[in-house]
Structure formats: structure tokens, C-alpha cells
């Protein structure tokens, strides 16, 4: 018998309770919540998932094609790129720029921020990242990560010609912030304002898959992640801090893991609690980690996931930046833990 043409059947309904939920449709989700967050911006946001995704596949490689190990150049901070460095970054740039809503994009590889759409009105967004944190754990098959910030330029600036000083936002001015960790498997964290959503990438269909939906910070956890040599020469306050934490005055005896990979150690900062360090030392007096593009996206999700994060003195996201590639100390992680840091800290001010 041939199909009745007038027929139409109910779809099955475990078809529409278990949904599996890409990133995409979780942006648009998003954007319908609130105002003034349009269609461009998950376009935006789709040139980052493409982007980490070709760079994840590199990474995935790097042991069996010529892509480990230093390219023999110096980047702007004085550091030795690495060969991912680069690849990183031009995927990042080329990804961006596609997108008509960026008008500029600043990045740890490049001195200068870089010119996209800058002339165009349309052209709201400001993109700031670290193409590949931790890319001295490449070698060594450890994981590394990718970082991203998305600032809005002022509306009244809209008309004329982007300025290389707009990028210099605080970081509570962050439209959405996240990362990407290229770890045993690839997963995107990211925040727009409203929780912090993790997904995870499915390699078999390429693409990002809700794993992880409102990831909250415990209140404290059991690790503590910081580069311990240099604490000896790091201001005291941190070095009674670590002290409290060994001898188990917060309520529990603190053991350390540190991969000296920003992006993973906080991805296990946020998910099972504790607190990371990056102190300022005497070789750093401003502490290694950049503000822009590492310091902000971190405290953004941290923030939005019930943590916090400080300088030591200042929240995070209230430091105003005066230059693109600007150092700062970085302290982040759970209440219990940033409470205790902040007491610490405010023993020394108050002497
Ligand atoms: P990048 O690879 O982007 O230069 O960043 C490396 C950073 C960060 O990921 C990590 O937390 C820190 O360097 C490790 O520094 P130490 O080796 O001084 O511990
Ligand atoms: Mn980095
Ligand atoms: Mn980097």
C-alpha cells in the first residue's frame, strides 16, 4: 500500500528529552536570553570552536608530523615559540578575521594588537587570547590549552576607526571569556555572564558536545597548584599561606599538583576545588601570567562559577590594563581557599 500523503506522527520522545546539546545550540540559547547578545556573536564564537578545533587535531599529531620543538624564534615576551606556538596562532587569526563582528584581535605571539574590521560599525567585538598556554608541555605529550576573551567596543565609538588602546578593558567588561584544554580529550569551558558550561569535543563528528552544564567551584578542595620553587622567593604572606595550607589549618591537609600548564591546572582547580598560584618572585616581580588573555579569562569563569581570583591586592577583574601584554600575580580558586589568601594578604597590609 502506498504511504498515506496526509499522515504526520508525533516525534519519539526520547528523541526530544535527551538531547545532545553542541555548543552552537547552546549559544543561541543564550543569546535569546538576553539583550543585545545577537546572532553575530555565536558566528564569533563559532570562529574559536573552529579554530581549536584544527588546533587540536595539530596537537593530537604533534609526535608523528614535524611540528615538536622550538621554530627558533624569540616571541614578544622574550620566550622561545614553539612551532604549535605559531600554528596556534595563525589558526586563531585566520578563524577571527573571517568573522565580519571582529574589529581587532590581540594575541600573546604578536606584539601589536591586530587590525580585523576595524572601519566597520558592525564590527563590535574585540577578541583577545593565548593561541597555546603551557606549550613547553608539548614535547612531553602533557596537556596545554587555548585561552579567549571577548571584550565590546564602546558604542559611541562605533563610527570611527578602532584604537589599538580599546583592547584595554578591565576584565569585568568581558562579554565571555573561556578556554580550551587539549588533555585526554579536548573540552571547551566557557562563560557569557550566565554560568559556566563545559563541553566536551566528540572527534568522531567534530563537534563540541554539552558535558559539563554549570559547573560551580567547590567551596574548597584538597589541592593547591603553584610552581613551589620559586616560593622561597615570593613576599610572605604567600609563603604562610602555602605553610597553613600544608599544616592543615583550613580544616584539611592540602596536597599540591602543579603541570606548570595554567589552562589544566585551573581546569582541575574548577572542577574538584583547591586554589592556583602563579606569585610574583623576584625573577617576576609582577608574576609571569599576562592579564589580558590569561588572567581575565580565568577569573571570569572562576567568578561565574562561585570562586574567586586576586592579584593579591586587587580582584582580578577590576585591574585596569595599560598595556596589551601587562603581567600581574594570579591567585585563584574556591571561597574557603581565597578567603584564607585575602586574610593572609591583609595581615601584611595592616603591619
Ligand atoms: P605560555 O606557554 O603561553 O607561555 O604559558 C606558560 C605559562 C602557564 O601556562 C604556566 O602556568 C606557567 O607558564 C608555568 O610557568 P613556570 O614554568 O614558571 O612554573
Ligand atoms: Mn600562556
Ligand atoms: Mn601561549
Known amino acids: 500500500m502506498p504511504p498515506d500523503p496526509n499522515r504526520i506522527v508525533e516525534l519519539p520522545t526520547r528523541l526530544i528529552h535527551a538531547p545532545i546539546i553542541t555548543v552552537e545550540q547552546h549559544l543561541l540559547r543564550e543569546q535569546r536570553r538576553f539583550a543585545g547578545v545577537s546572532g553575530?556573536?555565536?558566528?564569533?564564537?563559532?570562529?574559536?570552536?573552529?579554530?581549536t578545533k584544527l588546533i587540536q587535531a595539530k596537537v593530537r599529531r604533534a609526535g608523528l608530523s614535524d611540528i615538536l620543538g622550538a621554530a627558533g624564534i624569540i616571541n614578544v615576551q622574550g620566550e622561545?615559540?614553539?612551532?604549535?606556538?605559531?600554528y596556534a596562532n595563525e589558526m586563531m587569526v585566520h578563524s577571527l578575521s573571517a568573522r565580519d563582528s571582529v574589529a581587532?584581535?590581540?594575541?600573546?605571539e604578536n606584539e601589536h594588537p591586530l587590525l580585523a574590521h576595524g572601519g566597520s560599525p558592525n564590527a563590535?567585538?574585540?577578541?583577545?587570547?593565548?593561541?597555546?598556554?603551557?606549550?613547553?608541555?608539548?614535547?612531553v605529550c602533557g596537556s596545554v590549552g587555548t585561552t579567549f576573551s571577548i571584550l565590546?567596543?564602546?558604542?559611541?565609538?562605533l563610527d570611527s576607526a578602532v584604537m589599538a588602546d580599546e583592547v584595554l578593558q578591565r576584565g569585568c567588561k568581558q562579554v565571555a571569556a573561556g578556554y580550551v584544554v587539549y588533555g585526554p580529550s579536548t573540552m571547551l569551558v566557557y562563560s557569557a555572564g550566565n554560568g559556566v558550561h563545559g563541553f566536551t569535543l566528540d572527534p568522531a563528528v567534530g563537534a563540541y558536545v554539552l558535558s559539563h552544564p554549570d559547573i560551580r567551584m567547590p567551596e574548597?578542595?584538597?589541592?593547591?597548584s603553584m610552581n613551589e620553587a620559586y616560593l622561597e622567593r615570593s613576599p610572605g604572606a604567600y609563603r604562610r599561606y602555602v605553610a597553613r595550607l600544608h599544616r592543615g589549618e583550613l580544616g584539611r591537609r592540602y596536597a599540591s599538583r602543579y603541570i606548570g600548564s595554567m589552562i589544566a591546572d585551573f581546569h582541575r582547580t574548577l572542577l574538584i576545588g583547591g586554589v592556583f598560584l602563579y606569585p610574583p618572585n623576584d625573577q617576576h616581580p609582577q608574576g609571569k601570567l599576562r592579564l589580558l588573555y590569561e588572567a581575565n579569562p580565568i577569573a571570569f569563569i572562576a567568578e561565574h562559577a562561585g570562586g574567586?581570583?586576586?592579584?593579591?591586592?586587587?580582584?582580578i577583574l577590576d585591574i585596569q590594563p595599560e598595556s596589551i601584554h601587562q603581567r600581574t600575580p594570579l591567585v585563584v580558586g574556591?571561597?574557603?581557599?581565597?578567603?584564607?589568601?585575602?586574610a593572609e594578604m591583609a595581615a601584611d597590609s595592616a603591619t
Open 104 to 108: 581587532m584581535l590581540a594575541s600573546e
Open 40 to 51: 553575530e556573536f555565536s558566528w564569533l564564537v563559532s570562529g574559536i570552536t573552529l579554530a
Open 334 to 342: 574556591g571561597r574557603e581557599e581565597m578567603k584564607a589568601f585575602e
Open 152 to 157: 565590546r567596543r564602546a558604542s559611541e565609538r
Open 124 to 139: 563590535k567585538y574585540i577578541v583577545v587570547f593565548d593561541p597555546l598556554d603551557g606549550s613547553s608541555n608539548i614535547d
Open 80 to 86: 622561545v615559540q614553539q612551532k604549535l606556538d605559531i
Open 308 to 315: 574567586s581570583a586576586s592579584d593579591g591586592h586587587r580582584r
Open 220 to 224: 574548597h578542595g584538597k589541592y593547591y
